[in-house]
């Protein structure tokens, strides 16, 4: 596999006599040849048990009906490649209507997340003001909380706004999330004062202050609050699941549910709907990983 | 010093704080009171007293379902523990393609649970990839019925759920490895300590913190599984309902005319107490583990 031997440093055993201690004799930056192959071997190993079972769905939706998907010995590529499955998904069931829906909530949720959790997480660690520690602790408060042991009261919240079976009622309560206020409140902290006050003595209002200082120094807080709230609403099953009744408003995971019920005899279709769901968002992830690593080196998923 | 006038800060907390109060703060008020009430899912309801505690006691389903939760949690801890800070370790190291390596682990996180839950399903299903497998190298002469039989429909979720997580848990430890000193590492090494003892004695004091914190998100997000077993269980929660967990309890009687969200808030205030005992088990040993 090329991609074990390094060109530079073929793996070789190193020639220095057995009494040298390699670890040090290697520097401690530097990694010995044989931990390279050992540590590529191993990523490789990993890799197969992450990637494998997406590698074996996709396979099996691009299988053609005459091809025998139940085969003893699996055929990871298939003998005769057709998209057909797709077609038959996007012609009986409106996947298209319910990957718009998703991506309707997921929006809302990152725009209301983006806007509102920075906003607030800027006044809690910028601005002095009475109660700031009360409404703090209210926002750590919640984090104890588990989402669902609320759930059925939020449909009941909901539903009184006359939002139940809505795309609106879908998104709305995941608009703004505490967590996220406080990790942008933990992003601006880490600005120093200084910086601040410098500002107000050039005349700076808080809002100026917002947009020209505080803001450019989180964005890779701001792209892995935007990056986990796409993902939260797209991936959401249980909360949709609750809200919506009428199959035509169905976000992609509760039509998938849906869809697995339909054509439960056929693997090939359910495959061919499940890539249809997974494909964007590793797409969107793949995308966006650099800024989403970023953020985490600058400590935004510490917790 | 104040630097803008006293109204500044509220406009700009506002909007989050209405949403904390509306949706956070209230629906864990209403929980209670519904939870007193026989509320529909349509509207509508009356209050009951304490008549779904009642219920609560005697519900067979609710009893596997806590019975679940425990194993689930009892077998995700060890595993979602150890195994991402062992990945963690092998993809600090900046090797060349290391980001792709990264990147592809956690992408069982950003897959959606019923995704990954239904590409699960054909793998473990009669005919699938492990049954088909596992025949043809003669391990076993029948399949094995991972999503019809009780327990091991249970071990399946479980073992979904650690798959899924080991991405998530592997990048909060990456962060906290980052800063764990290196002249720890360079010392112990240069005092002649292998790569196995640096781990044991350098890397896990280092991230012990970190690890508390795993193990706290680890078994609350064990007690709260749903989709994983609704999906595989095809909804119907096993045989005779005993694969069920509290949250697909509240689910089904979330919904429909026979729903009772009187009752479901009852499940919501055990699901509340079950998750905050290991909260407080596990800061408690943080707290002794850091006055030691």
């Given amino acids: 596999m090329s991609v074990v031997t390094d060109p530079a440093r073929p793996a070789v055993a190193p020639e220095a006599p057995k009494s040298v201690r390699r670890r040090r004799s290697s520097g401690f930056n530097s990694v010995s040849p044989r931990e390279k ?12 048990i992450t990637i494998g079972p997406f590698l074996w769905q996709l396979s099996t939706s691009l299988k053609g009906s005459g091809e025998d998907i139940y085969t003893r010995i699996p055929r990871l590529l298939p003998a005769q490649p057709t998209f057909d499955h797709y077609k038959e998904v996007t012609d009986t069931i409106p996947v298209w209507d319910y990957a718009r829906n998703s991506l309707v909530v997921a929006f809302l949720v990152v725009g209301g997340n983006v806007i509102g959790a920075s906003l607030a997480g800027f006044a809690l660690s910028r601005l002095q003001f009475r109660g700031r520690k009360i409404v703090l602790g209210l926002f750590l408060a919640t984090l104890v909380l588990p989402g669902e042991v609320t759930i059925i009261s939020q449909y009941v919240t909901v539903r009184e706004f006359g939002l139940a079976n ?4 879908v998104a709305l309560p995941g608009m703004i999330g505490a967590l996220n206020v406080l990790l942008m409140y933990n ?34 807080t701001i792209s892995v609050v935007a990056i986990f709230a796409f993902i ?13 009744t009428d199959p035509n408003k169905y976000t992609l995971t509760v039509g998938l549910q ?5 054509f439960s005899n056929n693997p090939r279709l359910i495959a061919a709907g499940t890539m249809i769901a997974f494909i964007p ?22 917790g | 010093m104040r630097y803008n006038r006293w109204f500044t800060p509220w406009v700009l907390v506002i909007p989050a704080l209405v949403w904390l109060l509306v949706f956070n703060l209230w629906p864990s008020i209403n929980t209670v009171i519904l939870s007193f009430t026989n509320a529909k899912p349509i509207g509508g309801g009356h209050f009951v007293g304490l008549k779904n505690f009642e219920t609560l006691l005697h519900d067979e389903q609710l009893r596997w379902a806590l019975l679940n939760s425990v194993i ?11 195994l991402p800070l062992l990945l963690a370790v ?13 990147t592809a682990f956690y992408t069982p996180v950003v897959a959606s649970a019923v995704v990954v839950a239904l590409i699960w399903q054909w793998i473990l299903d009669d005919r699938g990839l492990v049954n088909g497998l596992a025949e043809k190298l003669g391990v076993i002469s029948g399949p094995l019925p991972f999503l019809s039989d009780q327990w091991l429909l249970l071990l399946s979720a479980i073992s979904l759920t650690i798959w899924k997580g080991l991405g998530y848990y592997m990048i909060i430890y990456l962060a906290a490895l980052g800063n764990v000193g290196r002249e720890l590492h360079e010392a112990a090494a240069v005092d002649g300590a292998g790569p196995l003892r640096r781990f044991v004695h350098v890397t896990i004091p280092g991230v012990r913190g970190t690890m508390i914190l795993i193990s706290i998100l680890i078994s609350v997000s064990a007690l709260r599984v749903f989709s994983e077993l609704f999906i595989l269980s095809g909804g119907k929660g096993g045989p005779g309902g005993r694969d069920n967990s509290v949250v697909m309890l509240i689910q089904q009687y979330s919904q429909g005319f026979e729903g009772n969200l009187g009752y479901a808030s009852a499940l919501s205030i055990v699901l509340f107490f079950v998750t905050v005992v290991p909260m407080l088990v596990l800061a408690r040993l943080n707290r002794r583990g850091a006055e030691a």
């Fill in chain 1, 37 to 48: 192959v050992a540590r590529y071997l191993l990523l490789v190993f990993v890799l197969l």
């Fill in chain 1, 166 to 169: 809505t795309l609106f009622g």
């Fill in chain 1, 187 to 220: 992003a601006f902290r880490s600005l120093p004062v200084e910086v601040d006050q410098a500002a107000v003595v050039d005349g700076a209002n808080a809002w100026q202050r917002f947009l020209y200082i505080g803001l450019p120094s989180v964005r890779g």
């Fill in chain 1, 232 to 244: 939260g609403a797209w991936d959401d099953f249980l909360w949709p699941l609750i809200v919506l």
């Fill in chain 1, 258 to 262: 849906y869809l697995s019920g339909t």
């Fill in chain 1, 281 to 302: 968002i590793v797409i969107v992830f793949a995308t966006l990983q650099r800024f989403f690593f970023k953020g985490v080196e600058e400590g935004a998923v510490k």
């Fill in chain 2, 72 to 82: 689930y949690m009892v077998v995700c801890l060890p595993f979602l523990t150890v």
């Fill in chain 2, 90 to 102: 092998l993809v600090e190291k900046k090797l060349p393609g290391i980001t792709f390596f990264r």
